[in-house]
């Protein structure tokens, strides 16, 4: 869960680390398609709720007449076509963890109705006199910051107010692209083997390049969908090739180069066959990128 060796990430999966262990309500703050549920399911899978159940709520998706109902279940006889009690999604993560994605999207008629449930740990169901105890976690993610608003007016954001007890913030992928190559062939090979496909071979230099250079205002969802093309053969990007300006590119392309072969050395001691096998090249492509990038394979033996 939450790969990547980039400075940011291994900020956050520490934050996350810590967080789990403690039963506080956590607001995920991040762009679109970075990983917030990702990061809530880590949480989770972390701490003392895990044996328990993830419930997550889709707010942009949940039909405002319909919301209370959704949320905090009902009695037999409640509404009309109430025929049996049902449980809410509030209920259904009793004991565990209750994910609310798109937190800001909710209503402020449906966030009043929710905040006091959240706040006591407690709902009772519509058409229901008996309250009952949740002993659950709230995780909401949000692409608005509470704090970056501080006029705003509490109804708008009364719900992100109980939540960010504990605030994290998700990277772009922009501020993580170092990890950018290996999520890249990560998800190429996870693609193909869905499909059960030989993984697909290394992306080309020119490739990385264009990868390396993109905006992925997407984030890692936009990456995802770029590295299952590639995996199903289809054009990976739907622009042409851009000339490079300056060496920065090719300096990230080296980097992540050797890092992978020193990798590769380091898991088999230095020993070469099993080296170039791996990355699908010859040994003396191997011998070759080895010399360019000063490593040494005495230096990976044990």
């Not at 809410?88 to 109705?113: I, Y």
């Not at 000063?294 to 230096?299: A, T």
Request: one cysteine or more; aromatic letters at 8%.
């Amino acid at each position: 869960w939450l790969p990547g060796r980039s400075q940011a990430m291994v900020e956050l999966r520490e934050r996350v680390r810590f967080i789990a262990n403690t039963p506080a309500n956590v607001l995920i703050v991040g762009e679109p398609g970075t990983g917030k549920e990702t990061v809530a399911h880590a949480i989770h899978d972390l701490s003392s709720y895990r044996n328990y159940p993830f419930i997550t709520v889709y707010c942009s998706a949940l039909p405002e007449h319909m919301a209370e109902a959704e949320l905090f279940g009902y009695e037999a006889g409640a509404f009309p076509g109430a025929v049996r009690p049902r449980f809410g999604k509030m209920e259904q993560a009793r004991n565990g963890t209750l994910f609310l994605d798109s937190v800001h999207a909710m209503s402020p008629e449906t966030q009043a109705k929710l905040v006091q449930s959240v706040e006591d740990n407690r709902i009772t169901r519509l058409g229901g006199n008996d309250p009952i105890d949740l002993n659950s976690r709230y995780i909401g993610a949000s692409v608005i910051n509470p704090v970056d608003f501080p006029d705003a007016q509490a109804t708008s954001m009364d719900i992100l107010h109980r939540l960010n007890v504990v605030t994290l913030h998700v990277p772009s992928l922009c501020d993580r692209i170092d990890d950018l190559p290996e999520q890249f062939i990560q998800m190429a090979t996870q693609a193909a083997a869905r499909i059960q496909q030989p993984p697909p071979p290394p992306p080309s230099d020119s490739l990385l390049s264009r990868l390396l250079s993109r905006r992925w205002t997407g984030n890692m969802r936009e990456l995802r969908n770029a590295a299952e093309r590639y995996a199903f053969g289809f054009d990976v990007l739907d622009e042409p090739d851009v000339p490079e300006q300056n060496g920065a590119l090719a300096d990230r392309v080296a980097a992540f180069e050797r890092q992978v072969i020193s990798a590769e050395l380091k898991a088999h001691n230095g020993h070469l066959k099993p080296v170039y096998k791996a990355l699908g090249i010859s040994r003396k492509t191997l011998y070759e990128k080895m010399q360019k990038h000063g490593l040494d394979r005495s230096d990976f033996r044990d």
